[in-house]
């Protein structure tokens, strides 16, 4: 019996320390299994695989199912920028669903508005006895439909991308932060942005309202400029090919002058595909002297006065021709 006391307690301190190996290991696998394999960090994995631009790896922890569209920013460089918007992004901790499912809420924000967007999550069989699987329930990508006026080429988070007859639609991730413009030496569209949250609910579609660039309009005053500054330099009263005209009654005794007070301010507008100037307007003066037919008297004559007239544009790659009308 003396000896018997020892074992005792050595069998004791055997199975205390046993149990307390199996309560750590039960606190690993349950901390392991929660911060690891949970459905939160499944969430995570997919926002980490938009952010390097993986839209492989992206798509399969989605499940996602693509729509037939543009795949241009579901991989590379152009799935990447979209996640460089979102700010202050904050994975929620699970929830219990229906049917034993978890749902995920992901906050963040975009030019300082707060979204957010819910992941649905269904769990799967366990990894090695221990560890829970969860996988995001499937879901259809959403699409954004991209327009642009008098133009086949536009750009989608910095991809170029063909715009057959000036539309096309793009599969996109979420959630993303997509702009759509459109740049060339001679015409250009503002970037228009969107936010996409959530595949059930329609991106509102960007239409890209396409106008003349500086160095466009530049080309074409000058055009005009050096136009209408050969029609002043024509020494009649009706300059030929030219909008300005004077008559008088009187006969002219001198040399006649043009001078442009104001020249027309030019404006391109687009009209059924193509780009057509608005009508232009130049103030020009004309001054002489001039003889009174029936006193004889000779007075110098100076008048300004508008004149109205029209020009057509031709536009072959970044080539431009400016070609007035006038009417009489």
């Known amino acids: 019996m003396k000896n018997g ?12 320390i046993l149990m307390l190996a199996i309560a750590a290991a ?3 696998i349950t901390v392991v299994n929660t ?14 695989a938009l952010r390097a631009g993986n839209g492989a790896k992206a798509l399969g922890l989605l499940h996602g199912r693509v729509p037939s569209a543009n795949a241009a920013v579901l991989d590379g ?3 990447a920028r979209s996640q460089q918007d979102l700010k202050d992004v904050k994975v929620g901790d699970p929830v219990a669903g229906p049917d034993h499912s978890q749902k995920v809420t992901v906050s963040y924000t975009i030019g300082g508005q707060a979204l957010s967007s819910d992941f649905k999550l269904a769990q799967g069989p366990k990894r090695w006895l221990f560890f829970d699987t969860w996988s995001i329930v499937p879901t259809t990508l959403p699409v954004l439909d991209v327009s642009v006026v008098n133009a086949n080429q536009a750009s989608v988070n910095g991809v170029d991308v063909n715009m057959p007859n000036g539309k096309n639609s793009f599969a996109v991730f979420y959630p993303g932060s997509y702009s759509a413009d459109y740049k060339s030496p001679l015409f250009a569209a503002p970037a228009v942005q969107r936010s996409v949250t959530d595949p059930l609910v329609s991106v509102p579609a960007v239409t890209l309202a396409t106008g003349p660039t500086g160095e466009l309009l530049s080309q074409v005053g000058s055009t005009i400029h050096k136009y209408l500054d050969a029609c002043a330099k ?14 008088t009654n009187n006969r002219v005794v001198s040399a006649v002058k043009w001078s442009i007070v104001d020249y027309p301010q030019v404006s391109i507008t687009p009209y059924g595909g193509k780009w057509i100037m608005a009508p232009l307007t ?4 004309v001054q002489y002297q001039e003889q009174d037919l029936f006193t004889g008297a000779v007075a110098p004559f100076m008048h300004a006065e508008d004149f109205g007239f029209t020009a ?5 790659g970044n080539t431009v021709g400016v070609t007035p009308v006038v009417s009489y």
């Open 5 to 16: 006391a020892p074992l005792i307690k050595v069998a004791a301190t055997w199975l205390l």
């Open 26 to 28: 039960i606190i690993t």
């Open 35 to 48: 911060n690891s394999f949970g459905p939160a960090r499944t969430v995570e994995n997919y926002l980490d």
């Open 77 to 79: 460089p152009g799935l």
């Open 234 to 247: 024509q020494t009649v009263l009706m300059p030929a090919n030219c909008p300005m005209s004077a008559a």
């Open 282 to 285: 130049v103030r020009a003066q």
């Open 312 to 316: 057509k544009l031709s536009i072959a």
